[in-house]
């Protein structure tokens, strides 16, 4: 892979910055001046670079903003905002206002500024798309490479286009089909697609991608696309375009024109569709044993000690690099210290950072149910003097994803300490940081490799879960993949006889809990259509001071950090408003 990583630099150096309208020019140069297409296709070594090239555009990190000038804007300009998108949920809130968050916190996006925010990899797709396009037109022409390799490409281009497509269609709705390179800026003026057939397309590429994938690769290709990838992909398309916001025939707003609802729903609500996501996801989980595969649990692990929290399965499963419950994951990045991607959005600057990094919220806090009898959790709305008998009685998970008053942050941060006066308090607005995705290894000036997962098996446990619930209720099956999650973690099991609805809250909240600082939670409550709620993206989003009373005893009292906003409209991206000005893309609703 390293081997692999280094291609893909020098190709992504040629390609940084290219439009569409001069990729043609750029690749069509006179042999001995430069690259050019026909050169990347005469072996199987020079279009194993162009691979690279496509994962380079292609691949997909749960940190938006990625420091890649070749992926970051049309020009090649590096984007300088930081933080991580849980600072615009209820999940976090970031040390400082950057306006990465603050400007969805605040609902101030506008066409004008969704690249430069969020979107960062808007251009980066549409070249991997490109890219994809290319090889598969052009793949077969390679004489050196041979049949097995010539499907396995095919499937990563497969793969890579059909993820690309995917973010795309969670941010947007319908997008333009493009399934051929465009020579001409013109030619590339296509229309946005329907929701249904976008949907349509994205799977048409998951099933031929597991068909030409292969289940596994040799350890130094970790991080190319798998069968099961793909299948995991598929899933969580399928989960997507089965929730509300795009299953209906009312979408969140209508479009100007009543007929261009098409592009952001699919028309009607069809409950089979809730059974397609369920098969889906049961296929990964079926699929996952072959691949070599599993959910990490050593029994001894589910509920570790203060002095052993790093083993236990839940803090393994995120940190550990290359573990057995990973999917795929992104590693298209080199070694680097917590002054580099992406642990600057990570790091606090009172442990020695010197960016932003994430604060919990008491309202995501607030989520963690007790792990003795699996009940909520009390928190006294005046306060109290029982912080540390509190965070003691929470679901194991807590320890392994919040750096709260009194844990240990890493070998050089033994103790934190976020009280009134505590030499980690500054700008934890929350009153704990968050340590979930910080490896221990960056302590002490440390550099670590960023291999972070996109998919992890245990999701698709909870997009079962989810699915089937929604399609016939909480069956034994429901339940068990529930469990399965919760055994694992330490956490009794879900009570029996939920009625439907209460199910759903409680599978939603174990999404919150398992999942949490994952790039989850944004995309979860827009697809469920309740970011509009008190305390989740709008209204108050609470913290708790501390105060230290003895030297064990601690005095906690909420109180709101910050009122947030949301308009109804943010329910999707708004088009950027140059792409919008080319005329070919027909503006989301309430953006116009």
């Not at 066409?111 to 070249?127: L, Q, V």
């Amino acid at each position: 892979m390293k081997n692999f990583i280094k291609i893909s630099v020098l190709i992504s150096i040629f390609l940084a910055g290219v439009s569409c309208s001069k990729l043609e020019d750029f690749l069509d140069k006179a042999p001995g001046v430069d690259v050019t297409e026909d050169n990347i296709f005469t072996s199987r070594q020079n279009a194993e670079s162009y691979v690279s090239t496509l994962y380079q555009y292609g691949m997909v990190s749960i940190f938006p903003n990625r420091d890649a000038a070749v992926i970051s804007s049309p020009t090649g300009a590096s984007s300088s905002l930081a933080g991580t998108l849980s600072g615009a949920t209820d999940e976090s809130e970031n040390e400082a206002n950057f306006p990465f968050a603050q400007q969805w916190n605040s609902a101030s996006i506008i066409p004008g500024n969704i690249i430069g925010n969020e979107d960062s990899k808007y251009h980066g797709r549409w070249k991997a798309i490109r890219n994809a396009n290319i090889l598969l037109e052009r793949i077969d022409e390679v004489p050196d490479a041979d049949d097995t390799y010539k499907a396995q490409v095919k499937g990563e281009a497969q793969f890579i286009r059909a993820l690309s497509n995917f973010e795309t269609l969670k941010r947007y709705g319908g997008f333009p089909i493009v399934n051929k390179r465009f020579v001409t800026v013109e030619e590339a003026k296509v229309p946005r697609a329907s929701l249904e057939e976008c949907i349509n397309f994205i799977i048409k590429d998951c099933d031929d991608a597991v068909a030409n994938l292969p289940a596994s690769y040799p350890p130094t290709l970790r991080g190319r696309a798998t069968k099961l990838a793909a299948l995991a992909l598929k899933s969580r398309t399928l989960l997507y375009a089965a929730s509300p916001l795009f299953n209906t025939g009312t979408p969140f707003i209508s479009m100007a024109n009543a007929a261009d609802n098409k592009l952001i729903c699919y028309g009607n609500a069809d409950n089979n569709r809730w059974k397609l996501a369920a098969d889906a996801a049961r296929a990964v989980l079926d699929a996952a044993p072959a691949a070599g595969v599993a959910l990490i649990d050593v029994p001894a692990n589910r509920d570790p000690a203060i002095a052993t929290v790093a083993q236990g399965n839940y803090r393994v499963a995120w940190e550990r690099q290359d573990n057995a419950e990973i999917i795929i994951a992104d590693k298209t990045y080199p070694a680097s210290s917590r002054f580099g991607f992406p642990w600057y959005h990570l790091y606090p600057v009172p442990m020695g950072s010197f960016w932003v990094s994430n604060t919990a919220t008491l309202n995501f806090v607030r989520k963690y149910e007790k792990k003795a009898d699996g009940l909520p959790q009390t928190w006294n709305p005046e306060g109290g003097d029982d912080l540390v008998a509190k965070y003691n009685e929470l679901d194991p998970r807590f320890k392994q994803t919040v750096g709260y008053n009194g844990a240990r942050f890493n070998a050089e941060h033994p103790i934190i300490e976020t009280f009134a006066g505590g030499k980690h308090e500054k700008n934890c607005f929350g009153g704990a940081w968050v340590v979930k995705h910080i490896p221990e290894g960056l302590a002490n000036g440390g550099s670590v490799v960023p291999s972070i997962a996109l998919y992890r098996l245990n999701e698709f446990y909870l997009n079962y879960a989810e699915a089937i619930n929604e399609f016939q209720g909480p069956t034994p099956e429901a339940y068990a993949a529930v469990n399965t999650i919760r055994t694992r973690s330490g956490m009794p099991d879900l009570p029996p006889g939920l009625s439907k609805d209460e199910f759903r809250i409680r599978v939603r909240n174990e999404r919150d809990i398992e999942l949490a600082f994952e790039d989850h939670r944004f995309w979860d409550i827009r697809r469920w259509l309740i970011a509009e709620e008190e305390g989740v993206m709008k209204g108050a989003i609470q913290g708790i001071k501390i105060t230290k009373l003895t030297a064990t005893t601690f005095r906690y009292v909420p109180y709101v950090i910050e009122t947030r906003s949301f308009n109804k409209q943010m329910y999707l991206h708004p088009f950027d408003l140059t792409e919008v000005l080319k005329g070919n893309l027909i503006q989301n609703p309430g953006w116009e």
